[in-house]
Each structure stands twice: as structure tokens, then as C-alpha cells.
């Protein structure tokens, strides 16, 4: 069940209008013809321009649009209704956006209530970027390549049946990981352009290079290979010069790029530490439209200000300023813009998440989590103005709502992999990165009381929910001033977390025994600050493995997530803070808590599984966990049990702070 927020209170500061916006100009479509065909958009050497009635639009700032809901994983696309379209559309419209993109075929629901939403309002209409992934990854595996039979075939399918949909023409049955149905709305005349293909995987991109550098080529009518183009760049050409084939024949001509992301840049990153980060280069440079495609290309790139760490010290890009201060993220995007001569540059994923936890710093603080709401929103104002100010033409938030399914290299190895989607995790911070935020619903049946008859603690109710257990605890005549909660995970080993709350002194800790570390799991190394440490310490996240640049040593970086942030988390409170997990009730004599399933060892709460000692770590199915309350002297034990789940209900909302990212929207495309 969705529980949706239909209205909008102060703390959210949407600025949102269900029922759209009205323009200052008039953004109904106005396609050009050339050679016959109507062309909506055009990318060359002079931008990125898409032709509307009052004109041409040349910066185009958008959201990426993700294909799953809480509890699903990305691949199941039918559940996705004409409703959730209809919703987002309309949310979406009252924050100013413009342009959707989306990485696949969706059901035809989505473009049913697309063309619904843009016939309803014909001079605010929100134009489509679709996009085209690879149905077959397998080229990532030894010995394998893009030329891989069942590689290439199913990716010339899908670009096909995306092509299809896209212009109503499209019947297919289910099939695991795709949408299915029948798709009968054209979408075209609001066809803004094309992003296909993945983040390529730099081994595998080397491998194609090297294995299929004498594969066979032959230029294609529409987008043609350079004569320097690598094994990779040429068979994207051949699958470009396909799609645009495609629509040439349906008589319209749009921007058609693929994905990129620092990874696999064209530039060179001599003080990046990580190998695999500048390994190969794929260069749109290479892979060039013909004069018989009007709509041409652009570079697109997935790029992040937190990741990869040459933003550190690179010193190029140290020298680029950005409203008064050095700013690299900003040098990055400039260097982009500066090698990308012959096309426009668009920055198709760009953002920062609202989780809880962190996996990497991030120049002037842009770090890849650890942010509030509000903080997070107004991060992606300005990097979507900071990214127009650089001379690209284009900017898309990542993404809409925030995402269950999604994984994080320093939390994706405590976790049961299978059931990832069904919680959400606040130290997983690629689940938290939408301007839609998905709130758990309490799971029924999960609360269980502990009345005792004496003493300082007079009454503690324990619930549960899929990212956190939340805990009131009462005193009999004041609010507890200290409490310490011994939650006993794993069975037979005693307590293996520790819950610290100081009220008087405001502060609030949780800590895990040395046995669980988490850490361990993401690290060989011997990390001092650790290791040095007694049987007890700080709940901790690593943010980054040692690495060495120019010969000298970094140590390992690490984040104490443990210690707690005290506030309210009630999105409709003027005070709300999405990072808080602790907070003092007064009146009514309680401490209240929402404690991370993650930082009390669960793996994976919806089957009640922990998270046990060893690297890799045992996986231990538990009836529940054991909490030992410390209550100003008197002391109390719950053996805590909930149900376990398939799927839990939740709500969605704007995020607080979202109205500053609507406004970014509103300036950059009035």
C-alpha cells in the first residue's frame, strides 16, 4: 500500500503544483524539417538546441526517472501503474521540471499518461529522454566482449523495441527484467533525444579493445566511427547508426548519445589512484553523426562532485573557480566541456543523496551521503546552476524517488543480496538519492511493550519498521536521564551493540563489539584506528581504502555514523532533520529513538537475519534480538520479536528543501 503526501506543509518547501506550472514562455514543441524530416532538437559545434514555440531552449536541466518501487527490484516494471505515472507527472511539472529521462522501455502506462500530461498542457509540456540499456551484460565476464553474439544481439533488439514504444508500435509478452504489454501512444513529438547504453566497465572495455581490434567494420550511414576510434567506439557507431536508421525511417531526427561516466573519460587522470579509474578512455569525439542525421550527438556523462578521487589533485582542476573558490568539481565538468569540441556536453547524472551514512568524501563537503534533506536539495540547486555556468547544455538530477534495490561497495557485503529491496537502509546511500523520498510504514503487528513494575523505567515500546527500530522509552518520574540499551544480535555471544544516551549532556552513541566490526568486511588491511582500540568502539563506515598518490600514503577514511544526531524526524515539522535518530520528550517523559537495523547487525530484518563474526561474515537467522535497558539505575530485558516480511507499506513525499531545487529548475528553464 501507498500512502500518499497530498499535501505539502512547511517543512517541505516543495513550491510544488499538482496541477503544473505556468511557463514564462511557451515550451509546446515546434519541430524543425530538414531533408524531409522533423527534427524536435539538434546537437552540433553551435549547442544543444530544442525547438519550441518561443524559441530555442539550450540549457536543459532534468531528472532521471528510475523503473522500480519500494519492496521490487528494478527489472519488475509491470508493477509500475498509470497512476504513479499520472502522480509524478504532475509532481514533477509544479517543481519546474522540463525533461524526464529514463533508462528503459517502460510499460506503456508511462507513455499513455506522458502524452495524457502533455496534451493536458500543451505550453508546459515534459519532454523524454529515453534510454536504452544492455538486456545482456555478460561482456563484463573473462573472456567476453560488446561483440559477444548474445551481447550484440540483444542490445539491437532492445534499441529496436525502444524504438517502438517510443512510437506506439510496439506488442511484447513478459519476460523477466522487461516491460511488457502493448504500446500504442506515440510519444514522439516530444522526443527530446536518446542516452543509450551503461557505465562502461573499464576491464571489460579494455578487454573489447584489445580483443576485437581487427573486428570488422563498415561505416554507417548516420553516425560513423573515426579512423581512430577504438574496438569499443566503433561498435557503439554501428548501434547509433542503427537506431538512427530506425527513426530516419519513421521521418524524425533527434540528438541520439550514449552513456559515459569518469571511469571511461577520454582524459587523462595521472593522479588518480585507482587504477580501474583511468585504465581506458571512450570518446564521443569518436563517434560522429553524418550530414544525413540532422539531429546529431552530444556527450553525455554520468559525474558525481564526491568520486573518482583524482577531483582531489588534479591540480588542473583546482585552478577552476566557482562562485568565489577553487572548486574542482567545477574544473571537471569545465575540462569535459573543453575536450568535447565538435558537440555540446550534457551531465545526464548529477547529485548528492540524504542517506544516513557516507560511502566517500567529496570536495567542499559534497560527500557521497551524510546530508539532510534540505541540504541534499540545496547541493543539487546549485551543481545543476554550477554545471550551466561551465558551458554544458544540460543537467539531470539523479533521481525522482528514492530507490530500495540499490547497493553501496562499503554496505553491499552485510546485506542478504536476494532481499536488498524489501528495507531501506539509511547507511545505504544510493538508496536515498531521490527528491522523492519513500518512508516505511510501521511492518503490522511489530509492537511489543515492556512494563516493568519498579524502578526508574516505568515503560519501553519497541517497533519496527524497514529502516529502523524505534524505541520509546519512559521513565516513571522524569525522562530517563542516561539509558543504555545491550542489544544481544547474534545468540550466544551476549551483547554485541551498545546503545549510549546521555540527555543531560546531549549526546547519543551507538557501538558495536570488535568482532562485528563491519568494516572488516570491506578491507584486508589493518586499519590503527581499530585495531587499537578496545573490545567496544564507535559504530564506524569506511569511506575509502588506503591509496597512495604521487608516493605519498593516505590512510584509510572512516566515518562514525555511530554517533547519533539528535533532533525531530517528523517531515511536518518546521524543525525536521531526515539525519536525526534521537530526541528527548519532556512532556511526556521519554526518550525516543529509531535505531538502524544496519547499525544493530540485522543483514536483513524482513527475514530476521544478522549479521555474524568472520570475513565473509556469517549470515545468522535469528527469532529476534535482546535488548537489556539501563534506565537510571534500574534495569529491564525485552526479547524483541516482528513479523517477517514480503512487503511493507510506504508513503511518498517531496523532500524538505525540495521547493530550493524546484526553483533551480524554474531559473534555468523559465
Not at 496534451?119 to 538486456?135: D, I, K, T
Request: aromatic share 10%; with cysteine; proline share 7%.
Amino acid at each position: 500500500m501507498v500512502v500518499l503526501g497530498l499535501v505539502c506543509l512547511a517543512a517541505c518547501d516543495s513550491g510544488a503544483s499538482r496541477g503544473g506550472t505556468t511557463p514564462k514562455s511557451d515550451w509546446s514543441p515546434a519541430p524543425t524539417r530538414v531533408d524531409g524530416l522533423s527534427v524536435l532538437a539538434e546537437a552540433d559545434t553551435d549547442g544543444l538546441r530544442l525547438h519550441t514555440a518561443s524559441g530555442d531552449k539550450t540549457f536543459l536541466p532534468g531528472i532521471n526517472l528510475g523503473s522500480s518501487v519500494p519492496t521490487r527490484q528494478p527489472g519488475e516494471l509491470d508493477v509500475l501503474t498509470a497512476d504513479d505515472y499520472r502522480r509524478w507527472f504532475g509532481e514533477m511539472a509544479g517543481l519546474g521540471i522540463r525533461v524526464i529521462r529514463v533508462y528503459t522501455v517502460h510499460p506503456p502506462a508511462f507513455y499513455d499518461e506522458l502524452a495524457a500530461w502533455n496534451r493536458a498542457h500543451p505550453q508546459s509540456p515534459l519532454y523524454l529522454v529515453q534510454g536504452v540499456y544492455l538486456p545482456d551484460e555478460s561482456y563484463v565476464e573473462p573472456g567476453r566482449t560488446l561483440y559477444s553474439p548474445s551481447v550484440d544481439r540483444a542490445f539491437t533488439r532492445e534499441l529496436a523495441d525502444a524504438g517502438a514504444a517510443v512510437h506506439g508500435d510496439l506488442t511484447r509478452a513478459p519476460q523477466p527484467g522487461r516491460s511488457s504489454g502493448t504500446w500504442h501512444t506515440d510519444v514522439s513529438p516530444w522526443l527530446l533525444g536518446w542516452i543509450v547504453g551503461v557505465e562502461w566497465d573499464p576491464d571489460a572495455t579494455a578487454r573489447t579493445d584489445r580483443l576485437e581490434r581487427d573486428a570488422a567494420y563498415r561505416p554507417g550511414t548516420y553516425f560513423r566511427a573515426t579512423g581512430d576510434a577504438t574496438a569499443t567506439e566503433r561498435w557503439i557507431a554501428r548501434h547509433l547508426d542503427g537506431l538512427a536508421a530506425a527513426e530516419h525511417e519513421r521521418g524524425v531526427s533527434v540528438p541520439i548519445a550514449f552513456v559515459n561516466w569518469p571511469t571511461t573519460d577520454p582524459l587523462s587522470h595521472p593522479q588518480e589512484p585507482m587504477r580501474q579509474e583511468d585504465l581506458v578512455g571512450v570518446d564521443a569525439e569518436h563517434v560522429l553523426p553524418t550530414r544525413a542525421w540532422p539531429g546529431g550527438t552530444f556527450a553525455s556523462f554520468h559525474a558525481y562532485p564526491y568520486y573518482p578521487d583524482f577531483q582531489r589533485y588534479e591540480p588542473g582542476l583546482q585552478r577552476t573557480t566557482w562562485r568565489g573558490r577553487p572548486d574542482p568539481y567545477a574544473g571537471y565538468v569545465r575540462a569535459l566541456r573543453d575536450h568535447f569540441t565538435s558537440m555540446p556536453l550534457v551531465i545526464s547524472e548529477m547529485g548528492v543523496p540524504s542517506s544516513l551514512g557516507s560511502a566517500h568524501l567529496g570536495p567542499l563537503g559534497r560527500d557521497q551521503g551524510s546530508h539532510t534533506e534540505q541540504q541534499a536539495m540545496q547541493t543539487d540547486a546549485d551543481l545543476l546552476h554550477l554545471v550551466h555556468d561551465q558551458g554544458a547544455s544540460g543537467a539531470f538530477v539523479f533521481s525522482w524517488a528514492d530507490e530500495w534495490f540499490k547497493r553501496t561497495w562499503n554496505t553491499q557485503d552485510s546485506q542478504v543480496d536476494a532481499r536488498r529491496q524489501l528495507w531501506h537502509d539509511p547507511l545505504t546511500n544510493e538508496q536515498w538519492f531521490g527528491v522523492l523520498a519513500t518512508d516505511s510504514a510501521r511492518v503490522p503487528d511489530s509492537g511489543h511493550e515492556l512494563t516493568p513494575a519498579s524502578g526508574a523505567l516505568e515503560y519501553v515500546l519497541a517497533e519496527a519498521d524497514a529502516s529502523y527500530l524505534h524505541l520509546d522509552v519512559t521513565g516513571r518520574e522524569a525522562t530517563p536521564a542516561k539509558a543504555s540499551i545491550l542489544v544481544d544480535s547474534v545468540p550466544g555471544e551476549g551483547p554485541d551493540y551498545r546503545v549510549d544516551v546521555d540527555a543531560a549532556a546531549g549526546t547519543a552513541r551507538v557501538s558495536v563489539r570488535r568482532d562485528l566490526e563491519p568494516v572488516r568486511l570491506y578491507t584486508r588491511e589493518a586499519i590503527p584506528a581499530i585495531e587499537r582500540q578496545s573490545a567496544w568502539h564507535v559504530y564506524r563506515q569506511i569511506m575509502n581504502r588506503s591509496y597512495e598518490v604521487a608516493g605519498k600514503h593516505h590512510d584509510a577514511e572512516l566515518g562514525d555514523v555511530g554517533d547519533l544526531v539528535r533532533g525531530d524526524w517528523d517531515p511536518t515539522s518546521s524543525d525536521y532533520d531526515s539525519l536525526a535518530t534521537w530526541q528527548v520528550d519532556d512532556a511526556h517523559r521519554t526518550l525516543h529513538l529509531r535505531l538502524p537495523w544496519s547499525m544493530l547487525g540485522l543483514a536483513d530484518p524482513s527475514s530476521r537475519t544478522a549479521l555474524g563474526a568472520g570475513n565473509p561474515a556469517e549470515l545468522v537467522r535469528v527469532p529476534g534480538i535482546g535488548l537489556t535497558f539501563d534506565v537510571d539505575g534500574a534495569t529491564a530485558r525485552m526479547d524483541y520479536t516482528w513479523p517477517t516480511w514480503n512487503h511493507v507499506g510506504y508513503s511518498e513525499r517531496l523532500k524538505a528543501g525540495s521547493g530550493v531545487l524546484g526553483e533551480a529548475f524554474r531559473t534555468l528553464a523559465p
